[in-house]
């Protein structure tokens, strides 16, 4: 057999790996956790260090360029990788046509960003974006070709080596833009960083999976990955396109854009730290127990409440000293983010159960009803950015948060129904984190802090002995089934 195929196994039809799903699951949270994790790190070192260079101006220019190559992004094929993960069993043809579908459109899309880039100068008012466009487009044919080698391991279950490929990327990619700040190039710097991560994770990528494309895909191949596909390509164009830039960009100018990025940019590391992990792991695990209704279920809770224990403490910790470590690493540059910051951690609070319920909805194969979801959360965004703009930063954040929690129980209604439970059974996993984080919140508000950075690791160090306190006095017998969870996953 030849070696351009291994992932797939030495059958035509490869079925998702069952041996050792459980104890695979356990330890996948972990390399998974390095995978979203290291890149949010290393986004932030630079983010921070970028922050201390670069104007509010600065990054609305870079969310722009970033904005119109997400709409190259939004609308490419990708979402077929996910589809050759959710898919039982795939042929070599089907991995081939995935790929040579989504280099091919990669290059087209490269060669149209580089055609609008004068125009985006002329629309959006921005100089600068007539060679940040071109130069970010560079992301697109490396994302895409990426693709189905990404999907092969993480189909295996090797979140080990998505780890390592991640840890590669990011390293690189954040020596280039660290070095290139301190060279005094700005702005360039924080573009090159993002060319080169893709470069380097695609390479990385072909590297750790192994794998060849070949020739033996046909158009029969795409069209028994379509159904999945077509509703996983919508969920892909809201999760990637950022619509919200564009139009906060276009109608609030480069300085709304530059803190609502400032703003967004803490809440989504702090949203991949605290739960994207869990995301990753519990679609690939809920998508092979499709045919096993109480295990689905368990998993289901135990995600939950592992994104709860995670998320719920991390977004309202943040959200009480965010304000102080803004202060005392900028100044009153970056002042006016500082409430945007802080309202945008109260949306963490639904936001980490929320990666778990696109997991499930997904795994359990109804990409539309979660794409419908996402929909209607994307046009209210832009709804939201559109009626409160002159108002400011704050109040377009407030708009923002305020409709995510209106139409929040429009998925857990979904979620419920996917379960055959009821809304308290939904909500039964949260509720000893939810307790234990508000008694964490009413300690560190009721007691005095300073806010030098002796403050700020005071509140850091207590808030995660009494959350963990809490944790372990309140949901003692869910704690101890993780560990023992883990404890039997060791020893098989």
């Known amino acids: ?133 071109p130069l970010l487009a560079l992301k697109v044919p490396f994302d895409l070709a990426a693709v189905v080698p990404s999907a092969m391991i993480i189909r295996a279950m090797r979140f080990r080596a998505i780890a390592i490929r991640t840890a590669i990327a990011s390293a690189i990619g954040a020596a280039f833009g660290i070095a290139l700040l301190l060279s005094g190039y700005g702005l360039l710097a924080l573009a090159v960083s993002q060319v080169v991560v893709s470069v380097v994770a695609c390479a990385a990528a072909f590297w750790v999976a192994k794998w060849q494309p070949g020739f033996k895909g046909r158009m029969r191949h795409l069209r028994d990955l379509f159904s999945y596909s077509v509703f996983a390509s919508g969920q892909r164009v809201l999760g990637t396109l950022r619509l919200d830039h564009l139009v906060a960009g276009a109608l609030g100018g480069a300085m709304l854009l530059g803190l609502l990025s400032f703003a967004q940019r803490f809440f989504q590391m702090l949203a991949d730290i605290a739960a994207g992990a869990l995301g990753n792991v519990t679609h690939v695990v809920l998508s092979s127990m499709q045919d096993d209704a109480r295990k689905s279920v368990q998993t289901f809770e135990k995600a939950s409440f592992a994104a709860a224990c995670l998320g719920f403490p991390a977004f309202a910790g943040a959200a009480l000293i965010v304000g102080d470590i803004i ?77 995510t929690f209106l139409f929040w129980p429009i998925s857990a209604i979904m979620t419920v129904r996917l379960l055959e439970g009821t809304l308290s059974s939904y909500i039964r996993p949260m509720i000893g984190p939810a307790l234990a984080t508000v008694g964490m919140a009413s300690a560190l508000l009721l007691l005095p802090f300073g806010t030098d950075w002796g403050g700020v690791a005071s509140q850091v160090i207590l808030g995660a002995v009494i959350y963990t306190a809490l944790i372990v006095l309140l949901c003692r017998s869910q704690v101890i089934d993780v560990f023992h969870a883990i404890k039997v996953s060791k020893a098989k």
């Open 1 to 133: 057999m030849s070696t351009a195929h291994l992932p797939l196994q030495s059958t035509e039809f490869a079925p998702h790996p069952k041996q050792g799903r459980a104890r695979s699951s356990i330890f996948g949270v972990g390399w998974s956790l390095l995978h979203t994790a290291l890149p949010s790190v290393s986004a932030l070192g630079i983010f921070l260090l970028a922050a201390a260079y670069l104007a509010p101006e600065d990054f609305g220019r870079l969310a722009i360029a970033g904005g119109l190559v997400s709409v190259a992004l939004a609308l490419s094929p990708a979402a077929f990788g996910e589809a050759l993960i959710q898919r039982a069993s795939i042929a070599p043809g089907h991995a081939d046509a995935v790929f040579w579908l989504n280099l091919g459109i990669g290059i087209a899309f490269f060669v149209s960003l580089h055609a609008i880039a004068e125009l985006s100068t002329a629309w959006f008012g921005e100089p600068d974006l007539a060679w940040l466009v």
């Open 327 to 403: 202060w005392l690493l900028f100044g009153d540059k970056w002042a006016a983010a500082i409430t945007a910051t802080q309202v945008f951690c109260l949306a963490g609070l639904i936001a980490t159960p929320g990666i778990v319920q696109g997991a499930l909805i997904r795994a359990r194969g109804y990409p539309n009803r979660w794409f419908y979801y996402q929909l209607l959360q994307q046009i209210g965004t832009v709804a939201a950015i559109a009626l409160t703009y002159s108002q400011g930063v704050t109040a377009v954040v407030i708009a923002i948060v305020a409709k």
